[in-house]
């Protein structure tokens, strides 16, 4: 359980920020543009920043209570803190950077061969930070993190100096490491496709203030909060299970936890797994009735849920509800032509190869 309620005055900014999530909840992300507040509400957290006032626990523990007059020091609050760059001990070999902690605050929950599996660290160990990748670099320091017994992880725009295909290696050692070790992690980016993969709730910022907490599949079907979750690259993220594979024409089908059924090409990971899928706006045509002798696999009976055409452009937005929401953005000529409102019942229909399916994945019996 996280619980957040500061407030502090930082020259023209006013940070003024309130968050709870439920003991289930371990992962919570900040999501928000660039001067939104979200690193000066980890700082906050971690002790580096003191706010004029308020209160922050992570589950039995109080860091900070003003009106009490609690303020516990940033170094005995147990918090690993994951930089954009790994900021490594440049001295120590990739060994002596994953102990560091260890015997400052002796062994947490995840012991020192299971970082190292979990991360697959093995071959780097005798290595120096001058040595690794970018994305090596960052597995170390994560590992670092955990193994430093912290009762929470700070990780701020910890893959914004990778591209994209080192992030993708990282990602599933984060979701591995949720998963496995129980951690409490607060992650910050402003990159909604990378928290979606992983994170149970999200936090959206403005202005020093958090708009809203909610899943991301939440988030994304609310059409109001679109200007602050982005619009020409914006979808639905939707949870999904892999239910049928078929090795013979390479696809294999999803089920949305609203019970549609997706096609999408095959994926490395047994069935019962549950994956994070992302279908972009532009991604999703609408047609009346359903077509027939059409490529596209996928295609969905719904229901118009509501509409919001672009207030200075030819383009609108349309949130349509197939057992779970989806967004299609079509043209307005289009809309009219259909002539769509609120409760009518279309097809949605999203081409396999559009569907990202990239999330990391935790697997359930079937």
Not at 66 to 95: D, K, T
Not at 181 to 199: D, K, N, R, T, W
Request: proline share 6%; aromatic share 4%.
């Amino acid at each position: 359980m996280i619980s957040i309620d500061v407030k502090t005055r930082l020259g023209a900014f006013t940070l003024d920020a309130q968050i709870e999530t439920g003991d289930d909840n371990r992962t919570l992300a900040l999501f928000g543009r660039s001067g939104c507040g979200k690193t000066s509400l980890v700082n906050t957290v971690a002790g580096l920043l003191r706010p004029d006032h308020g209160r922050i626990v992570i589950g039995q523990d109080v860091l900070l209570d003003s009106q009490a007059g609690i303020e516990m020091p940033a170094h005995e609050r147990r918090i690993g803190y994951v930089f954009q760059e790994g900021r490594l001990f440049p001295h120590l070999s990739v060994h002596g950077n994953l102990t560091y902690g260890q015997k400052r605050n002796g062994e947490g929950s995840i012991r020192l061969s299971q970082a190292v599996d979990l991360l697959d660290l093995e071959p780097l160990l005798g290595r120096k930070p001058y040595a690794l990748s970018g994305g090596e670099r960052q597995r170390v320091a994560i590992g670092r993190a955990f193994l430093a017994n912290p009762r929470l992880l700070l990780m701020d725009e910890p893959l914004a100096s990778l591209d994209s295909h080192r992030k993708g290696e990282i990602l599933p050692f984060i979701a591995r490491l949720r998963d496995e070790v129980g951690v409490p992690i607060l992650y910050v980016s402003h990159a909604m496709e990378e928290i979606a993969q992983f994170a149970d709730q999200v936090a959206l910022m403005e202005a020093g203030r958090v708009i809203a907490v909610d899943t991301v599949e939440h988030l994304t079907a609310r059409l109001d909060l679109h200007p602050l979750t982005g619009r020409y690259e914006a979808g639905a993220f939707l949870s999904a299970r892999i239910t049928e594979k078929n090795t013979a024409d390479g696809l294999m089908r999803l089920t949305l936890n609203g019970g549609a059924k997706l096609m999408v090409p095959m994926a490395d990971r047994p069935l019962g797994t549950e994956m994070k899928l992302r279908i972009r706006a532009r991604d999703v045509s609408i047609a009346l009735q359903e077509p027939q002798d059409i490529s596209i696999l996928n295609r969905l009976p719904g229901t118009v849920i509501d509409i919001r055409p672009d207030t200075d452009g030819p383009m609108a937005e349309v949130l349509i509800d197939v057992g779970v929401p989806v967004w299609s953005r079509i043209t307005k000529l289009s809309a009219s032509t259909l002539s769509l409102s609120p409760g009518k019942p279309v097809w949605a229909l999203i081409k396999s190869v559009a569907i990202d399916r990239t999330a990391p994945g935790r697997t359930k019996p079937n």
